[in-house]
């Protein structure tokens, strides 16, 4: 399934390349690389070294095209590789969905576009985030990060410490939060009502338009009943103890008027990460931080890069 944005919203460029990595069970995952592509078999005999490496993991309901604005500033100079979670965007959906299987997944898009023991920055947002901590312990995954960056993200008790629904914390907000956000209803179209909506949940109060109109086409565009699969997926997620084995530079960046994933949850990853190198708390954002402020969050992408990994002479 292709996401189409309408005249005026950011879309991202064409990639450089695509290509299809195959998940541990056979998922073939959609995989976009933007910008310089030296990767091994595909230089020229006389390219230069390669430029230095980026993976985007979006979150849910989400898809490649969420990462539009950090894909068109960083291809300039660097390897931008972005993939579609599996049921999002256009890699198919598969019958289970599980942390274990993000996990698969950023394995197989590392293992597909890296050279062994080729360093990247990994940035991850919500699920992406979730992502990056279930896969933290897998040898793939510690063999290519450099550092990573966690933006509106959580480890545990995201429907519990969600405030989408503006009622004191408690069994009656966990259930109706459960509930809407789990819900199989179709989203429909994109009409006024829905950007509302969306904006009211997902971003902050000053969003520009065209950025509540990029996010809710994205968001729209997710298949409900992929969107309900990944929903039971969160509303049970706990990995907590996934942080901890997260043993390289990692970055957190949040929202502070995020509803879906409030501050609480990122302050609680920076506080459990062996190498937190920055929690930064944007006043007024909501959880689409990658949307809502993206040169600081492409900023702190470049900055991981740089401090990271190691360039080679000349690159």
Known sequence: MTTTLAPGAYAPPVPTRVLTARSADGTALHVEVHGPDNAP????????D????????HGWTCSTAFWAAQIRALSADHRVIAYDQRGHGRTPASPACSA??????????????????????IAGHSMGGMTIMAASARPAFRDHAAAVLLCSTGSSRLVAEST???????????????????????LGPVTPVARRILKY????AGSAPHMVEACARIVHACPRRVRHAWSNVLHLL??????????????????????????VHSRRIAEALPQCVGL????????????????????????L????????EGA
């Open 280 to 303: 930064t708390e944007l006043p007024g954002l909501g959880h689409m931080t990658p949307v809502e402020a993206p040169e600081l969050v492409t900023g702190t992408i470049r900055d």
């Open 305 to 312: 890069v740089t401090t990271h990994i190691a360039m080679k």
């Open 50 to 57: 390669s430029a230095p490496a980026v993976v985007l993991a």
């Open 164 to 186: 989408v629904v503006p009622i004191r914390a408690g069994r009656l907000r966990t259930w109706l939060t459960g509930h809407i956000l789990g819900s199989r209803a179709p």
């Open 238 to 263: 706990d990995l907590d103890h996934a942080v901890r084995e997260l043993r390289v530079p990692a970055a957190v960046i949040v929202g502070s008027a995020d509803r879906m994933t409030p501050p």
């Open 100 to 121: 274990d299987l993000l996990a698969d997944d950023l394995e197989a898009v590392l293992t597909a576009t890296l050279a062994p023991g080729e360093k990247a920055v």
């Open 41 to 48: 078999g595909n230089a020229p005999d006389n390219a230069p």
């Open 201 to 204: 949940a997902t971003m902050g």
